[in-house]
């Protein structure tokens, strides 16, 4: 029901910032707990960040906490992720991902109902 577009992946140095956006479009917007997970080559795509869809609560991965930031605007119909002192190792396509009907948290793509196409991070060292 949800369609999904991110934007705002490059290339950057490490311990620099850079700020992702999801616009989303179809069902209410704010009916959906919104996450952002990553995939390097040759690994498992993983959870990075995930914001409720009541209340706007937040739970980070361990390896990202303190370093990025999830928040939504539901007014514009997007979410974005805040990455700061980025590291080598952040280096991933990143995907936004709409959790299933009523999931809070969306920390599995078990519970992923919609994904974004992906764009790429790039931390230089």
């Known amino acids: 029901q949800v369609q999904l577009v991110e934007s705002g992946g490059g290339l950057v140095q490490a311990g620099g910032s850079l700020r992702l956006s999801c616009a989303a479009s179809g069902r209410t917007f704010s009916s959906y707990t919104m996450g952002w997970f990553r995939q390097a080559p040759g690994k498992e795509r993983e959870f990075v960040a995930t914001i409720s869809w009541i209340g706007a609560r937040t739970k980070y991965a361990d390896p990202v906490k303190d370093r990025f930031t999830i928040s939504r605007d539901d007014a514009k119909n997007t979410v974005y992720l805040q990455m700061n002192s980025l590291k080598p190792e952040d280096t991933a396509v990143y995907y936004c991902?709409?959790?299933?009907?009523?999931?809070?948290?969306?920390?599995?793509?078990?519970?992923?109902?919609?994904w974004g196409q992906g764009t790429q991070v790039t931390v230089s060292s």
């Open positions: 991902a709409a959790g299933k009907n009523r999931v809070l948290f969306v920390t599995t793509t078990q519970q992923v109902d919609s």
